[in-house]
């Protein structure tokens, strides 16, 4: 019988819509282990993300990738499930770069251990960091060990006005110029950045670039990141594109939003499907019907023919009668 | 074999083949040069094409293939296998393409690692993993191993900087896995692919990501007289919020060797000694100087010394850079282990590995990254006293299986290659294992890549092996290994 996995189910609406006996594995929650001076935190896959801040910000330490909350039940098994990171990604890494260890079950019911709590660990194949996106598909997360970063001393918002060439031109002048990046996004004309470290490292940066500083900053990257900014609160149809960041504005009609330093750009647009995943395929990049699109159809970027047969066998690895979310990621596993 | 050879002929010019004896000799082995065997044949390709008809070859007529960067590895993961293909990636040396907007480097697998930083550096940006042997080994052997480095702690290792590879599957196929994007479509293939020891297909180009130099940087040298408290002095580090770019500790036995062979003004009475680099913009490494200056003097040490300039600071680094060829000039023979624990087991590990050297009446001295808790212990021993030998490598099983007892690993940085392939069946269940050898079999069903290494078969759980050096005597002796 096939399974739809369901952690705090703040994330129906994306991927592919699948048939299956509901399994909710939202209860097997609670941290498990957290010793701030490892950098380590061990969490059951229900934990919410929200709990997991909470326990950290105590230790003024965070998970750096800054996971999105679309609601407050989304849980750590779907974070990594779904491998989605917020706008301090580009500079840190995203969560794929920050997961350690996991204990999951595969589609025969086999409870594994992969990786672990070590920063270095190269004793066989990366399993975590393959389930981490893999949106349920290869097994049922059950613990995740994620390394964890401190809080930067200090953050500073800053603000200015460009169009949006000149925005992607200065987004990726500033990350090769040891600016002490830690998001950078565009839209409707204004360019925000977020610079973070030790406080007067912060300060003598911002003097050097001509932009006001902006003082919501904190809640702005916060809208930004669990999408309740303005520009999501619509239910247009929206496109998630990553492309090269010195990508240059692409040729689709619509509203445009860039981030991750013009490495992802959320689009809202009437185009037909097959014209944006040409144009974005053609920049180099992938694009996903991120929400309110037709959920029977495919979401996620095809893939060519070699890569689609390695992640069929890959499925059959791991979950040999396709018990595990089938169909949530492509339709044919 | 010989109408193979007929075969491979019409593929290749015949200088790319090797298949004289005495030239196949220099194939046996890579660093680790206590595992040999001799390949039937070697060839160096210089073209994609030429690596897809290989494959393709040797995949209709059953020949295994072991791919070779620069042979710097240290698990034996290049040892050819008896019967099969040495697959030298040697000529695949050019950087394609270098974007300094975008910060990336497309480069041929055998590329060696430092030549990457040293093509940047004019656009003020650095390849970051730096392996103690990036002056010889390449970037394919990084990718295949996940190299780390020194300055990994702060920047990451192979997985963490690098956006996509070209790979060909065993049966000749070109695939692009990843891209110049931040994330791709599908499983993260680039992170399986990552470590994988050249089981799951040949790499044959990779695209880095680089990052801006940073601005400046200093260097600590701090004095122990208890090892503990210089464990200590690392978790107090890491507590106060500061990552440093290096973090690195000798105990006593490294210190003395090192002295004797450098004189490089150690302190030669400690018990450890810590080295710790920190970089940034100057405002932020005069504070973050001064914090780690403060915690190690209240974590215990005896003496904390600041490099007042560049000179200095490269003189605290000499030491720790020379350990190894320090240490071979104290014993016969070493061993050097790779585990990995959580940091806050520092000081107990190291204080179980001493009893555990009393009880084998062998020495092991220390130098290692402490920053991410991969220990580097050296077990002396010499192979010429009758008994020796068995019991490092019993002392190595010992000190490896109290790593995975505090909750790490057997390997941080070395890989598993076929050194360490019996310890896997002590950090892995059968039902584990039985899963990676699915995923072996999901790229490569006739198993003809780089057969049996990294993963042990289920029959496969006894002894357990170890770096083997004889006399000093390092494989390539010229370069660093720390």
């Given at each position: ?333 | ?365 220390n130098v290692f990254h402490a920053g991410d808790g991969n220990l580097h212990p050296l077990i002396l021993y010499d ?100």
């Amino acid at each position: 019988m096939p399974l739809c996995i369901q952690g705090g189910n703040s994330k129906a609406f994306y991927g592919r819509k699948i048939e299956a006996e509901q399994f909710d594995v939202s209860a097997n929650s609670g941290v498990i282990s957290y010793e701030p001076t490892e950098l380590v935190i061990t969490v059951r896959a229900g934990t919410t993300i929200s709990e997991i801040n909470e326990v950290l910000a105590n230790h003024d330490q965070m998970l750096a990738f800054e996971p999105p909350c679309f609601s407050t039940t989304a849980t750590a098994g779907g974070m990594v499930a779904c491998g989605l990171s917020g706008p301090r990604r580009p500079y840190v890494g995203a969560v794929r770069d920050f997961v350690l260890g996991i204990k999951c079950l595969n589609g025969k019911a086999e409870i594994l251990n992969f990786g672990g709590q070590v920063m270095k660990n190269v004793a066989g194949y990366d399993v975590s960091r393959l389930m981490t996106g893999a949106m349920g598909t290869l097994g049922v997360l059950l613990e995740v060990s994620l390394k964890v970063l401190p809080t930067p001393d200090y953050e500073l918002t800053l603000k200015g006005e460009a169009d949006d060439a000149t925005a992607i031109n200065l987004m990726n002048q500033w990350a090769g110029q040891s600016v002490p990046l830690s998001a950078a996004s565009f839209y409707d004309n204004n360019i925000f950045i977020r610079l973070s470290g030790h406080r007067n490292a912060v300060i003598a940066a911002a003097s050097q670039l001509q932009f006001s500083e902006y003082s919501d900053g904190e809640h702005y990257w916060q809208s930004l990141r669990d999408h309740e900014h303005d520009f999501f609160s619509d239910n247009k149809k929206l496109w998630r594109l990553s492309v090269p960041s010195t990508t240059k504005p692409m040729n689709l009609h619509g509203q445009w939003f860039i981030e991750w330093g013009g490495a992802l750009r959320w689009l809202k647009t009437s185009e037909p499907v097959e014209q944006v995943r040409r144009v974005v395929s053609m920049a180099g990049g992938h694009a996903t019907l991120f929400r309110g699109g037709n959920q029977n159809d495919d979401v996620f970027h095809p893939l060519s023919a070699g890569i689609g047969n390695l992640h069929l066998a890959l499925k059959n690895a791991f979950d040999p009668k396709k018990i595990l979310n089938r169909g949530r990621l492509y339709k044919e596993f | 074999m010989s109408l193979f050879v007929d075969k491979l002929k019409r593929l290749l010019p015949k200088e790319l083949i090797i298949a004289d004896e005495e030239l196949l000799r220099a194939y046996e082995c890579d660093a680790l040069s206590a595992y040999r065997q001799l390949p039937s044949y070697v060839v160096m390709p210089e073209s994609v094409d030429q690596v897809q008809a290989i494959m393709r070859l040797c995949h209709q007529e059953n020949v295994p293939v072991v791919a070779r960067g620069a042979g710097t590895g240290l698990s034996g993961g290049a040892m050819p296998v008896e019967d099969g293909l040495l697959l030298s990636l040697a000529k695949f040396n050019q950087i394609v393409h270098l974007d300094p907007d975008q910060r990336i480097a497309t480069v041929q697998p055998g590329v060696r690692n430092i030549s990457v930083s040293e093509a940047v550096e004019k656009y003020g940006l650095f390849y970051a993993p730096d392996p103690s042997s990036q002056i010889a080994c390449t970037i394919g052997g990084n990718v295949a191993e996940n190299s780390g480095g020194v300055h990994c702690l702060k920047y990451g290792l192979t997985v963490h900087n690098i956006l996509a590879v070209k790979l060909i599957t065993v049966t000749g196929e070109l695939l692009e896995i990843g891209a110049d994007s931040l994330d791709s479509a599908g499983y993260d293939l680039l992170a399986l692919m990552t470590g994988s020891e050249g089981m799951l297909g040949v790499i044959v180009e990779v695209t880095l990501k680089l990052i801006s130099k940073p601005l400046n940087n200093r260097v600590l040298l701090a004095a122990f007289d208890e090892i503990e408290e210089a464990g200590k002095g690392v978790a107090d580090i890491i507590a106060s919020g500061i990552i440093p770019a290096g973090l690195e500790m000798m105990d006593n036995g490294v210190i003395k060797a090192v002295e004797d062979y450098l004189h490089a003004g150690y302190p030669v009475n400690a018990a450890a000694i810590l080295i710790c680099e920190v970089d940034g913009a100057e405002e932020e490494v005069d504070e973050e100087c001064r914090k780690v200056k403060a915690i190690l003097e209240v974590a215990g040490a005896s003496d904390v010394r600041v490099a007042r300039n560049k000179e200095e600071g490269d003189k605290f680094w000499e030491g720790r850079k020379s350990a190894f060829p320090a240490v071979g000039r104290i014993a016969a023979d070493y061993y050097c282990m790779d585990g990995t624990i959580p940091r806050k087991h520092i000081g107990s590990v190291l204080n179980r590995i001493d009893e555990l050297a009393k009880q084998y009446k062998l020495g092991v001295v220390n130098v290692f990254h402490a920053g991410d808790g991969n220990l580097h212990p050296l077990i002396l021993y010499d192979v010429s006293i009758e008994g020796e030998l068995e019991r490092a490598e019993e002392l190595g099983g010992k000190i490896l299986e109290v790593c995975v007892e505090v909750g790490g690993t057997i390997t941080g940085e070395h890989g598993v290659g076929i050194e360490k392939i019996n310890q896997m069946c002590v950090q892995f269940n059968a039902e584990e294992l039985v899963q990676f050898h699915a995923i072996k079999n999901a790229f490569d069903p006739k198993g003809l890549l780089n057969p049996g290494k990294a993963i042990p078969t289920l029959n496969r759980c006894a002894e357990f092996g170890a770096m083997h050096i004889h006399r000093g005597e390092l494989p390539h002796p010229d370069l660093e290994r720390f």
